[in-house]
């Protein structure tokens, strides 16, 4: 769906929605803010209706029902858009074969011009005959060079319409997998992503995962405002993807915890990657130009997991979310491993 509104309609969009979710027992977490900013804006009377049956029917809506309704409603818009830009690829790419084709049939007649020209040549007895003979020559050398650059033309026209076209691609795929506000891959993606490593068990045994909270951020926001919040999250995640190294995938998982999947690692070198981004995140000074202050007591809990053969993803995440628990209990700012037995 796309979002035209002024910042003063939607901070109006937020007061409503805001309001309903919290008279409805629903969290306001991003997918179900997103829902009810949709909702009191009125932008799909499909996605209201359903909505007013769901609580119709239970008084509230469940995470399992928002998140297909999220789905449904918010990402196939932008699914719909891909596969659009796929059909233009599809079809520019029928064009292209036709344009060559053509060039090719074109080419295999001139070949024959060309030669019936020459053997011409070898006949020819007089001065008349041979002029005859030049004349068509140049004739079919102008039909090439002229054909030749109506083709170039189309090739370059085509060419501009792929480069137009695989930017369209880029952004769609970016609203759909990626993290706006950190830039990191977003929940859905990262499910995506650890699916399909998982999928192959000898390399699922090798798959490490670290989910990271930040401490206290709730503190930020009520002590700078939501700004100063998206600033920290943004800031976290830029960290996320210089630290990371090429077998690692960051991806927000939503609010202020992160997750990492790291492929081809042990616990222990996951732990130190773990352990090496919390003293990064240590270090991290973010400036509040409000009041002059620097943000100096940014840190993060950490829990780290390798994927056991025959477990659930769901089983996997919730052992890694268990050492990060354990973290937080053993006074935060600290890197809890689960060790697996060989």
């Known amino acids: 769906m796309k979002y035209p509104e002024t910042s003063e309609m939607a901070a109006s969009y937020l007061k409503q929605a805001v309001p309903k979710m919290v008279t409805n027992s629903i969290p306001a977490n991003p997918i179900n803010y997103t829902l009810w900013y949709n909702y009191v804006s009125k932008k799909n009377p499909s996605l209201n209706s359903k909505l007013d049956h769901v609580i119709d029917s239970t008084g ?16 196939e818009e932008y699914l719909e858009d891909h596969n659009k830009s ?4 599809t079809l520019l790419a029928t064009q292209l074969l036709g344009h060559m084709n053509t ?37 079919t050398t102008e039909s090439i060079r002229l054909a030749n650059s109506q083709f170039s033309d189309k090739m370059e026209s085509a060419n501009q319409e792929i480069l137009a076209l695989r930017h369209q691609l880029e952004e769609v795929e970016k609203q759909v997998y990626v993290d706006k506000l950190t830039q990191l891959y977003n929940r859905h993606a990262f499910d995506i992503q650890l699916k399909q490593l998982l999928e192959i068990d000898n390399v699922a045994i090798h798959v490490c995962l670290i989910i990271m909270d930040i401490d206290h951020f709730k503190s930020f926001n009520d002590e700078y405002g939501h700004i100063i919040g998206d600033r920290v999250l943004g800031r976290v995640g830029e960290l996320v993807q210089d630290y990371c190294p090429e077998h690692a995938i960051g991806a927000r998982y939503g609010g202020e915890e992160f997750a990492i999947i790291i492929s081809n690692s042990s616990e222990q070198e996951s732990a130190d990657l773990a352990e090496g981004f919390r003293q990064r995140l240590e270090k991290l000074r973010i400036t509040v130009k409000s009041s002059s202050k620097t943000l100096d007591n940014i840190t993060a809990s ?5 994927f056991k053969l025959g477990e659930s993803t769901e089983t996997f995440i919730d052992r890694a979310d268990k050492m990060l628990y354990k973290a937080k209990q053993s006074g935060r700012n600290r890197v809890e491993v689960e060790f697996l037995s060989p």
């Not at 309704?69 to 918010?74: D, I, N, P, Q």
């Not at 001139?110 to 003979?133: H, M, P, Y």
């Open 103 to 139: 060039a090719i049939e074109g080419s295999t007649s001139f070949d024959q011009q060309l030669a019936g020209n020459i053997t011409r040549l070898s006949e020819v007895k007089t001065i008349e005959n041979i002029s005859e003979v030049i004349s068509d020559v140049m004739q």
């Open 60 to 75: 509230t809506c469940s995470p399992e029902q928002s998140e297909e309704l999220y789905f449904s409603f918010v990402i």
């Open 86 to 89: 796929l059909e233009n690829l």
């Open 302 to 306: 950490f829990g780290v997991t390798r």
